[in-house]
């Protein structure tokens, strides 16, 4: 087999019908890339989510003390190392947050939002659990008196575009000094489930030493929300009986509510969209490859009827059935590779402009972008794969004909067909005149003299079409 001159012959081929071949190779293009790009961001997502959460060390548990009620921060601290595994907890904070309103005057328009103060313990360069990503701006440890300064959280900041430093005013008339901006874990995405689901133009957080806050709700020395982190292994739910026991104990009245980061709802919300995200990208995907497939179809059936009475010469002559239907087969293997290479270049860009569009809409502490080998990977196996299943059937069906079927002309079957379809056998009605066939057949002997005598059987066409199937191998009274 002369793999050159078979590679020459399908080149001829595709360029008889570049038209299609652009066309079909453009929608695998656009299924594989969009299947590359999107996935690709899909994957970049969750690494960077992972990544963040860590980086700023989110809680394992929280322990949120109902509305209105308030406990003695040492106090809370003494109860924790009483619990029976206590070493099982690594870290606790106890914060204090409650409802404000924000006013920021640094543009001709003040801007006046319902908020959240958040009092965190800033000493030792705290917070260390749900830690601040400062953005811009100056943290609290590089602050003279750090009791009057706020960090504001920096969706809110970077959607009215306010400078890292100024004043702003809290509900009583309370003035501090905004020292800077930043991301905090809980805030990747402003949901305040407290008071509705807001974004960063209508809700503001502000960030205080846990002192400030005590003094701004006036609850000095004390706290009602704690943040944990369990060590590798650690029972949370343990853990959450111990705490209730506790509080039943030492702080008796007080309720409680957890939290882990899953009922969050920022965390819970980014992650549950990776999910449905990556279902609506495969179907995109799948439905671009789909059309490819079709297209890919519907080439290979034209290319094999064209090619009929060749396949049908090269079977009546032995010629392997293999290297006959390898021909078109190669036809839909090369627009298969050609659209797929365009289509992984195609998913870079997406991906890297997808890339781009998502942290420019969602700033995150880290952004991974990796390449993703194994979805390209995935990507170009589906872009060859689906094409060339596609061409197989046609091949195979032509290839199961018989060779003098296949050498018969495409008019003459399509009249067959239509005489099964309508009841009636190929061969029906040509049997009243096989008399008068086998008299015109012996007037046709092959003798020069009564070649005038032959011509003159042709006077009947539709009993010429007849006779022309019940001998096969003579043409002289086949229809021109």
């Given at each position: 087999?002369?793999?050159?001159?078979?590679?020459?012959?399908?080149?001829?081929?595709?360029?008889?019908?570049?038209?299609?071949?652009?066309?079909?190779?453009?929608?695998?293009?656009l299924?594989?890339g969009?299947y590359a790009?999107?996935?690709?961001?899909?994957?970049?997502?969750?690494?960077?989510?992972?990544?963040?959460?860590?980086?700023?060390?989110?809680?394992?548990?929280?322990?949120?003390?109902?509305?209105?009620?308030?406990?003695?921060?040492?106090?809370?601290?003494?109860?924790?190392?009483?619990?029976?595994?206590?070493?099982?907890?690594?870290?606790?904070?106890?914060?204090?947050?409650?409802?404000?309103?924000?006013?920021?005057?640094?543009?001709?328009t003040?801007?006046?939002?319902?908020?959240?103060?958040?009092?965190?313990?800033?000493?030792?360069?705290g917070?260390?659990i749900?830690?601040?990503?400062?953005?811009?701006?100056?943290?609290?440890?590089?602050?003279?008196?750090?009791?009057?300064?706020a960090?504001?959280?920096?969706?809110?900041?970077?959607?009215?575009?306010?400078?890292?430093?100024?004043?702003?005013?809290?509900?009583g008339?309370?003035?501090?000094?905004?020292?800077?901006?930043a991301?905090?874990?809980?805030?990747?995405?402003?949901?305040?489930?407290?008071?509705?689901?807001?974004?960063?133009?209508?809700f503001?957080?502000?960030v205080?030493?846990?002192?400030?806050?005590?003094?701004?709700?006036?609850?000095?020395?004390r706290?009602n929300?704690?943040?944990?982190?369990?060590?590798?292994?650690?029972?949370?739910?343990?853990?959450?009986?111990?705490?209730?026991q506790?509080m039943?104990?030492?702080?008796?009245?007080?309720?409680?509510?957890?939290?882990?980061?899953?009922?969050?709802?920022?965390?819970?919300?980014?992650?549950?969209?990776?999910?449905?995200?990556?279902?609506?990208?495969?179907?995109?995907?799948?439905?671009f490859?789909?059309?490819?497939?079709?297209?890919?179809?519907?080439?290979?059936?034209?290319?094999?009827?064209a090619?009929?009475?060749?396949?049908?010469?090269?079977?009546?002559?032995?010629?392997?059935?293999?290297?006959?239907?390898?021909?078109?087969?190669?036809?839909g293997?090369?627009?298969?590779?050609?659209?797929?290479?365009?289509?992984?270049?195609?998913?870079?860009?997406?991906?890297?402009?997808?890339?781009?569009?998502?942290?420019?809409?969602?700033?995150l502490?880290?952004?991974?972008?990796?390449?993703?080998?194994?979805?390209?990977?995935?990507?170009a196996?589906?872009?060859?794969?689906?094409?060339?299943?596609?061409?197989?059937?046609?091949?195979?069906?032509?290839?199961?004909?018989?060779?003098?079927?296949?050498?018969?002309?495409?008019?003459?079957?399509?009249?067959?067909?239509?005489?099964?379809?309508a009841g009636?056998?190929?061969?029906?009605?040509?049997?009243?005149?096989?008399?008068?066939?086998?008299?015109?057949?012996?007037?046709?002997?092959?003798?020069?003299?009564?070649?005038?005598?032959?011509?003159?059987?042709?006077?009947?066409?539709?009993?010429?079409?007849?006779?022309?199937?019940?001998?096969?191998?003579?043409?002289?009274?086949?229809?021109?």
């Amino acid at each position: 087999m002369n793999t050159r001159l078979y590679l020459r012959w399908t080149w001829r081929d595709l360029r008889a019908r570049w038209l299609q071949v652009v066309a079909i190779a453009v929608i695998i293009a656009l299924g594989t890339g969009v299947y590359a790009g999107l996935r690709s961001v899909n994957g970049w997502q969750r690494q960077s989510y992972d990544a963040s959460y860590a980086l700023l060390n989110m809680y394992d548990l929280r322990v949120r003390l109902t509305e209105g009620s308030y406990v003695d921060a040492d106090e809370l601290r003494a109860a924790l190392d009483e619990l029976p595994h206590a070493d099982w907890i690594t870290a606790a904070e106890p914060r204090l947050i409650m409802a404000t309103l924000v006013e920021v005057n640094d543009r001709e328009t003040p801007i006046l939002v319902p908020g959240r103060i958040i009092g965190v313990d800033i000493a030792g360069g705290g917070p260390t659990i749900n830690r601040l990503h400062l953005m811009k701006g100056a943290p609290f440890a590089g602050q003279a008196d750090p009791s009057h300064s706020a960090i504001l959280e920096y969706n809110f900041t970077r959607h009215y575009d306010l400078p890292a430093e100024g004043t702003l005013r809290l509900s009583g008339g309370q003035e501090l000094d905004r020292i800077g901006a930043a991301l905090l874990p809980e805030y990747f995405m402003v949901m305040a489930s407290e008071i509705g689901f807001m974004d960063e133009s209508q809700f503001a957080v502000v960030v205080t030493p846990l002192e400030t806050a005590q003094r701004l709700a006036e609850q000095p020395g004390r706290v009602n929300d704690l943040l944990l982190t369990l060590a590798d292994g650690a029972d949370a739910g343990q853990i959450r009986a111990e705490i209730e026991q506790m509080m039943g104990a030492h702080f008796k009245g007080t309720g409680v509510a957890f939290m882990t980061p899953a009922d969050d709802p920022a965390y819970s919300t980014l992650y549950g969209d990776l999910e449905s995200d990556d279902r609506i990208f495969r179907l995109i995907a799948y439905l671009f490859l789909a059309g490819a497939a079709f297209g890919a179809f519907n080439l290979a059936t034209r290319i094999v009827e064209a090619q009929r009475r060749q396949i049908g010469i090269g079977m009546a002559l032995g010629m392997p059935r293999a290297q006959i239907a390898l021909r078109p087969l190669l036809i839909g293997v090369q627009i298969a590779l050609l659209g797929v290479i365009f289509g992984l270049l195609l998913g870079w860009q997406i991906s890297l402009a997808l890339a781009r569009l998502l942290n420019d809409f969602m700033p995150l502490p880290v952004m991974e972008t990796p390449f993703k080998t194994g979805i390209f990977l995935q990507a170009a196996a589906l872009g060859v794969l689906l094409p060339v299943t596609a061409t197989v059937y046609p091949v195979w069906r032509a290839v199961r004909m018989q060779p003098i079927d296949a050498i018969r002309s495409g008019a003459l079957i399509r009249r067959e067909r239509a005489g099964a379809a309508a009841g009636e056998h190929p061969t029906a009605g040509a049997q009243p005149d096989t008399d008068a066939a086998a008299q015109c057949a012996a007037r046709a002997a092959p003798d020069a003299a009564d070649s005038a005598q032959h011509r003159r059987c042709d006077h009947d066409p539709d009993r010429d079409d007849r006779y022309a199937r019940l001998v096969p191998g003579d043409d002289r009274y086949r229809r021109s």
